[in-house]
């Protein structure tokens, strides 16, 4: 019986928050309805850009984060997850607060490397500046050769795949941001990449595996799958 609670502090973006819903659907085996978890989502969109605030040039999100966070306490879930993976860079000041764990993206993606690809010498990885610059893929992924765009691929292509005037966040998921992402994961495998993390959400909507030669590593993914299987959380 799949009764345990789980929760998704979203909204950072919504749309990559309703797709963290749909692969804990798709992760569970469920024949009919009662089968599925209880999902408990607060979808806050006001929550200030993470990777504004990384930079210094915006406000703190963690005070909306935590008011989310408290809300699913509110209503029992047993574990959380956040479908963002900038927002990984507050998620110790907000799990203090709470009494459930929140799942950790990063520390998921390292297993599932070691797991899956333990062979693979370098990992590429296609994340927000505001992401790169917090070391956050340094930080979890310290034993691994990890491999980043230029800064000009940065900019200009995955950057503007998310944030551009066609990008992810305005609600482009083939088309041009495809067509960014796919030249900025060639660079990754010429300079040696052998898998390749999608190391933002949205990013995750748009670049599939099928899409470049080499395997792409969706954290959600992993992390949906983590959260309907496991029974004893990290803490």
Request: glycine content about 6%; overall charge negative.
């Amino acid at each position: 019986m799949n009764d345990k609670i789980i929760g998704i502090l979203g909204g950072m973006g919504p749309e990559a928050t309703a797709e963290c819903y749909l692969k804990i659907i798709r992760a569970t085996n469920a024949s009919k309805d009662q089968e599925h978890f209880r999902v408990i989502i607060d979808s806050n969109a006001k929550i200030p850009d993470r990777t504004e605030a990384i930079a210094g040039n915006g406000p703190n999100p963690v005070p909306e984060m935590i008011d989310a966070a408290k809300n699913l306490e509110k209503l029992d879930v047993d574990v959380a997850c956040i479908p963002c993976m900038t927002a990984h860079y507050f998620i110790e000041e907000v799990q203090k607060e709470i009494s459930y764990p929140l799942m950790n993206a990063f520390l998921e993606t390292k297993k599932y490397i070691e797991d899956i690809h333990p062979k693979a010498a370098k990992v590429g990885v296609l994340a927000t500046t505001g992401t790169l610059e917090s070391g956050l893929f340094d930080k979890y992924l310290s034993d691994m050769d990890v491999v980043y765009p230029t800064s000009l691929t940065q900019q200009n292509k995955v950057m503007q795949a998310i944030y551009g005037p066609n990008g992810i966040k305005s609600g482009n998921t083939d088309g041009e941001s495809l067509h960014l992402l796919q030249e900025a994961s060639k660079e990754l495998i010429e300079n040696g990449a052998e898998v390749i993390i999608s190391g933002c959400t949205e990013i995750g909507l748009v670049l599939k595996p099928y899409h470049v030669t080499v395997p792409v590593i969706d954290p959600m993914e992993v992390v949906a799958n983590v959260v309907v299987k496991e029974t004893v959380y990290q803490k």
